[in-house]
C-alpha cells in the first residue's frame, strides 16, 4: 500500500537549517504532487510548499518562500524539504501529502514530523 513517512524533525536552534525528508513507497509517484504542510498548536493546517513529481514545478507560501526549498530525489524516492533560516513561528507538525496531478484532494498523508524552534 501506499506510505508517506516524514523524517528529520526535533528541536532546534532559530536560525538553524534542518532538512526534513518524505519516504514515498508503494505505487509510482511521477504523475503525482507532493505537498508539505503543518500544523501549529491551535491553529489550522496550512500549506507549505508542493513539488510535481516529474517536472519539479515549485509553489511556496509566501511565509516560507525564499527561506524553504522542496525537491524530489528520485535516487532514494523522497520529496525533501530544506528548511533555512528557522523562526520560533515554523514550530509546528510537518506532514507530507500527495495527490494525483489532475485532482485538487491530497489522496495520501503521512503521519507528520515534529519540528520545534527555540528562540
Known amino acids: 500500500q501506499v506510505q508517506l513517512v516524514e523524517s528529520g524533525g526535533g528541536l532546534v536552534q532559530a536560525g538553524d537549517s534542518p532538512r526534513l525528508s518524505c519516504a514515498a513507497s508503494g505505487r509510482t509517484f511521477s504523475s503525482y504532487v507532493i505537498g508539505w504542510f503543518r500544523q501549529a498548536p491551535g491553529k489550522e493546517r496550512e500549506f507549505v510548499a508542493t513539488?510535481?513529481?516529474?517536472?519539479?514545478?515549485?509553489w511556496y507560501a509566501d511565509s516560507v518562500k525564499g527561506r524553504f526549498t522542496i525537491s524530489v530525489d528520485n535516487a532514494k524516492n523522497t520529496v525533501d524539504l530544506q528548511m533555512n533560516s528557522l523562526k520560533p513561528e515554523d514550530t509546528a507538525v510537518y506532514y507530507c501529502?500527495?495527490?494525483?496531478?489532475?485532482?485538487?484532494?491530497?489522496?495520501?498523508w503521512g503521519q507528520g514530523t515534529q519540528v520545534t524552534v527555540s528562540s
Open positions: 513539488i510535481s513529481w516529474s517536472a519539479g514545478d515549485a
Open positions: 501529502a500527495a495527490r494525483p496531478y489532475y485532482s485538487s484532494e491530497y489522496k495520501y
